[in-house]
């Protein structure tokens, strides 16, 4: 099951498979160059985004993201502009201590279809869909945790599917194995839980046998981040899965993100 | 190697300077200096964040930043002084929270040992 890409938004400190309660400081930018592969069988997707993230005040952010997809189906395959990703993140609690932070935030976004749908594979669904979601976690010098839960919302696309809708929940934890000074370079590694239900498509208020299911993925992760510069790298692997019908699941997903603030 | 020579220069332009007179103690050769406590840092990238945002700061000559003990020492150009709702401003909108200015004299030995 070739399920699309991740909706994350790309964040310094946050998981890469999963949102983050963070948010840039007011008057900030956020710069994120990406790659991210999808492997399901027969199936392979591959994207290349850019991402950037302004915020309007430091709880408050905006941002886009503009995907260059490529996909390809045994002997098949079609590239180009990818589904455009508009979205807003509010924090909306936070607490600081010394040397941790606890925080909290809600977000919203729209996939907006301004990829080609009449290519095999389809670049893109063709429908405008909303996500949203919460997103809490601790971030100390030494530990990290993080949960979130997410919502995706599908419409129907230009030929009369419409895809089922999507539920995430996502834990993490992470650490810091060593304490960097503020001139040295500094990596943490982490580990995420994903879990994805997928609802079936339909078409014409059909419901389609081979969709839809679940998958459960293992994630380690690793940052590297020096000053205003970082790096960052994951790989989703399935632990557990049930899929409806006979359809490929996911052999596994990679993704490596370089950011850059402003 | 910035923050040493930073350092290195501010204290041997103190050294004469230090102890000469009781209203000059929290000066080093007019140079105001200050130490923040910021809650909430937790790594480079936040720190980079607040010495950005402070250096930004109009009269602000130099940052440094501990990570560790989320403090921040803040130099100022000669004559200028650091602006408690400005600086309380700009933490806030960094996205931690200041909790001390710290405007106590600082010795040679305090600045050495950052």
């Given at each position: 099951m070739l399920v699309g890409f991740?909706?994350?938004?790309?964040?310094?400190?946050?998981?890469?498979?999963?949102?983050?309660?963070?948010?840039?400081?007011?008057?900030g930018t956020e710069v994120t160059l990406g790659y991210h592969r999808d492997d399901a069988g027969p199936q392979t997707g591959q994207e290349a985004f850019l991402e950037i993230e302004?915020?309007?005040?430091?709880?408050?952010?905006?941002?886009?993201?503009?995907?260059?997809v490529s996909r390809a189906e045994g002997d098949l395959s079609s590239d180009g502009l990818g589904d455009i990703v508009l979205g807003t993140k509010y924090q909306f609690w936070k607490r600081d201590l010394p040397g941790a932070q606890y925080k909290a935030a809600g977000f919203l976004k729209v996939k907006v279809p301004t990829a080609r749908t009449e290519t095999v594979p389809q670049l893109g669904s063709g429908s405008t869909d909303v996500i949203g979601g919460l997103a809490a976690g601790y971030e100390s010098?030494?530990?990290?945790?993080?949960?979130?839960g997410v919502y995706?919302?599908?419409?129907?696309?230009?030929?009369?599917?419409?895809?089922?809708?999507r539920q995430s929940l996502n834990l993490?934890?992470?650490i810091r194995p060593f304490l960097s000074e503020y001139d040295e370079p500094d990596t943490v590694i982490m580990l995420e839980l994903n879990w994805e239900r997928d609802g079936r498509d339909a078409v014409n208020g059909q419901t389609l046998a081979n969709t839809g299911g679940w998958q459960l993925f293992a994630s380690p992760v690793l940052w590297w981040t020096y000053r205003q510069v970082a790096v960052r790298a994951g790989v989703q692997i399935p632990v557990a899965w049930k899929l409806n019908g006979n359809q490929p699941r996911a052999e596994y997903r990679a993704k490596m993100e370089f950011v850059y603030h402003f | 190697m910035m923050k040493s020579v930073?350092?290195?220069?501010?204290m041997l332009v103190a050294i004469p300077n230090i102890g000469s007179a009781e209203d000059s103690m929290h000066t080093l050769d007019g140079h105001s200096l200050y130490r923040l406590q910021i809650e909430g840092l937790v790594c480079a990238f936040c720190?980079?964040?607040?010495?950005?945002?402070?250096?930004?700061?109009?009269?602000?000559?130099?940052v440094d930043v501990d990570v560790e003990s989320g403090r921040v020492l803040v130099g100022m150009e000669p004559s200028q002084d650091l602006d408690d709702a400005q600086v309380q401003k700009v933490i806030k909108e960094a996205g931690f929270s200041l909790v001390a200015v710290d405007r106590r004299p600082m010795t040679l030995e305090e600045l050495s040992r950052r």
């Open positions: 991740t909706w994350t938004t790309a964040q310094a400190h946050g998981p890469v498979f999963s949102p983050a309660p963070e948010t840039i400081w007011k008057g302004h915020g309007l005040t430091a709880q408050w952010e905006i941002g886009v993201q503009v995907p260059f010098r030494r530990w990290y945790w993080f949960a979130s995706r919302l599908n419409s129907e696309g230009d030929d009369g599917l419409v895809k089922g809708d993490v934890g992470g | 930073l350092l290195t220069l501010t720190a980079y964040n607040v010495e950005s945002r402070l250096h930004a700061l109009s009269g602000v000559e130099y």
